[in-house]
Nanobody, 120 residues
Framework: EVQLVESGGGLVQAGGSLRLSCAAS????????IGWFRQAPGKESEGVSC????????YYADSVKGRFTISSDNAKNTVYLQMNSLKPEDTAVYYC?????????????WGKGTLVTVSS
């Protein structure tokens, strides 16, 4: 059974940092891409970042470029999202997702999400 478990969310002041983790199990980690998506109240889901576990290629939404960094620890089957210089508009539930490729329109497998709240 595919499982994706997010952790690391919380409350932080604007300008602060958080690191989200996505622990994956139930599939061959090296064969999949892991993406981070977010959904703020009343807004559509946004694809934030993605990494291919096989070759390490990455994608970032324009809204987070230069502030967020995605990385993968294949030995731990875990993907991280380091979020720096956080802004109130980054407040959302963050989900990790898995698929054969980075597909920012939607991916096959999803975690339950972790809430990030950035106060001004």
């Amino acid at each position: 059974e595919v499982q994706l478990v997010e952790s690391g969310g919380g409350l932080v002041q604007a300008g602060g940092s958080l690191r989200l983790s996505c622990a994956a199990s139930g599939f061959t980690f090296d064969d999949y891409a892991i993406g981070w998506f977010r959904q703020a109240p009343g807004k559509e889901s946004e694809g934030v970042s993605c990494i291919s576990s096989s070759d390490g290629s990455t994608y970032y939404a324009d809204s987070v470029k230069g502030r967020f960094t995605i990385s993968s620890d294949n030995a731990k089957n875990t993907v991280y999202l380091q979020m720096n210089s956080l802004k109130p508009e980054d407040t959302a539930v963050y989900y990790c997702a898995a698929d054969a490729y980075c597909q920012m329109g939607g991916m096959d497998y999803w975690g339950k999400g972790t809430l990030v709240t950035v106060s001004s």
